[in-house]
């Protein structure tokens, strides 16, 4: 399992929207010599918990692993024009609210995506900023499953017709001579 620590983006009411790649960090983490990824989920929240009695509003935003390959979570107000409490980023900026979650389980294609990215030992989280505010995030898990890769064996009942086939050959030869 790694984390990525929480994080407090700067506001951006620019309007230049969608953002470019922000980067909120990186996960770092060790595959065993000999085995490889065989499942792995990443979990946070939008909206954190870093001031003191109120829960951080977050800006809509799409979170990616490896740049932006993978989108494991978005986050999107149902009433942009509104006030921010009515976000679904988050838990909004009342002081008993609290940060949403999301988790997100990479698919198989996914693994194969990132293959490279789960050999080296890193995967960098990053987002898109798709509406005014700041990006916040509460802290990030990644859990990976590894496991030796398996290469195919021959069934023990192949063990066992081997000596008759060769049997079996070795007839065939006896009444052609």
Known sequence: MST??????TAD???NYPSSLIE?????????AGEVVTGATISGTFGNDDVPGQTEITADADLYVDGS???VASCESPNVAGND?????DGGNNPNDTPTAWSYTFSASDLTT???AFAGGSLDLNAIQNYYGAVNTGTTTLSIT???????????????LLP????????LRRRKA
């Open 69 to 71: 390959v993978i989108d």
């Open 13 to 15: 009411f620019s309007g």
């Open 114 to 116: 990132l293959a490279t």
């Open 24 to 32: 909120i960090g990186t996960f770092s983490f060790d595959i065993p």
């Open 164 to 171: 008759l086939g060769l049997a079996g050959i070795a007839l």
């Open 4 to 9: 990525v620590g929480s994080y407090d983006g």
């Open 85 to 89: 409490t009515s976000l679904a980023c």
């Open 146 to 160: 590894a496991s030796t890769s398996i290469t195919s064996a021959p069934e023990p009942a192949a063990f066992t």
